[in-house]
């Protein structure tokens, strides 16, 4: 796992950066075919949410056109990543906003100009699950800038290692998606291994799986979830057990042929 060490510079009014979806958006190019689309229905969602308030699903009308792109299996390498990116940095800002103090206004002066939203000063790190998991590093750090070595001013990423105060961080933990909730299961509970408690761990994702979310949250129910969208079941591909966007990593990377 990929940990980066993160504090907000300077704190003051932020203003969460929205994405706004190219105005031409290529439909008739990205138009993605029925069985690519399996999501929960919104009254199956409700309840399924009642049954695990820590889940949070983006607004369906956000997302639903970049979800369309990722899910065409004919989508080519560099738009599944463009579209993948603006999701992505979605996910992380709802996670990093689920987190922001308002703050009083200063010199008493009850003005909305004088009120600010903040971060704690080093409050974050972000976990990534190698290796579809490292496609959030780069929008990640768009919105948190990372800590700077003293000396080089580089950014410091810590390798297959957790801070020693990673029990006092809010941690992002953050993986492409959600199938049997194998895989997330283990890196939560290396968190709690290491004094994270479940109130500050937020998994981020792209797709979940019913099955995989229920797993997870009935096992760890304080843990937050924010996903862009829930399907009902795995599919059973090519031996490949997965939600239908592919093998993430695979088609992110480029590393799968396109035909």
Not at 52 to 62: A, E, G, I, R, T
Not at 95 to 124: C, R, W, Y
Not at 222 to 249: C, E, S
Request: glycine fraction near 6%; hydrophobic fraction near 40%.
């Amino acid at each position: 796992m990929i940990l980066i060490n993160s504090k907000i510079v300077k704190a003051g009014l932020i203003g969460l950066i929205g994405i706004t979806l190219i105005a031409q958006q290529q439909q008739n190019r990205f138009k993605c075919a029925a069985p690519y689309f399996s999501f929960i229905s919104h009254t199956e969602l409700q309840q399924f949410r009642l049954r695990f308030p820590s889940l949070y699903v983006l607004d369906k009308f956000q997302v639903e056109h970049i979800l369309s792109v990722i899910r065409n299996k004919t989508t080519q390498t560099k738009h599944f990543r463009l579209y993948s990116d603006r999701l992505i940095r979605l996910l992380i800002e709802k996670a990093v906003s689920e987190h922001i103090k308002k703050m009083s206004p200063q010199d008493g002066q009850q003005t909305l100009q004088q009120q600010v939203l903040s971060f704690e000063q080093n409050q974050f790190c972000v976990v990534v699950m190698i290796r579809s998991g490292n496609a959030f590093l780069g929008e990640a750090l768009k919105v948190l800038p990372v800590q700077e070595h003293p000396q080089t001013k580089d950014p410091q990423l810590i390798y297959c290692k957790l801070p020693d105060d990673v029990d006092q961080k809010q941690v992002i933990l953050t993986d492409a998606m959600i199938t049997t909730g194998g895989r997330i299961t283990t890196a939560i509970k290396a968190l709690l291994s290491h004094g994270v408690s479940q109130d500050n761990i937020t998994a981020v994702n792209i797709v979940s799986c019913e099955k995989g979310l229920s797993k997870v949250l009935h096992q760890f129910p304080k843990v937050k979830v924010i996903t862009a969208g829930v399907d009902h079941a795995l599919n059973t591909i090519q031996d490949l057990r997965f939600p239908g966007v592919g093998d993430f990593g695979d088609r992110y990377f480029g590393t799968v042929d396109q035909k």
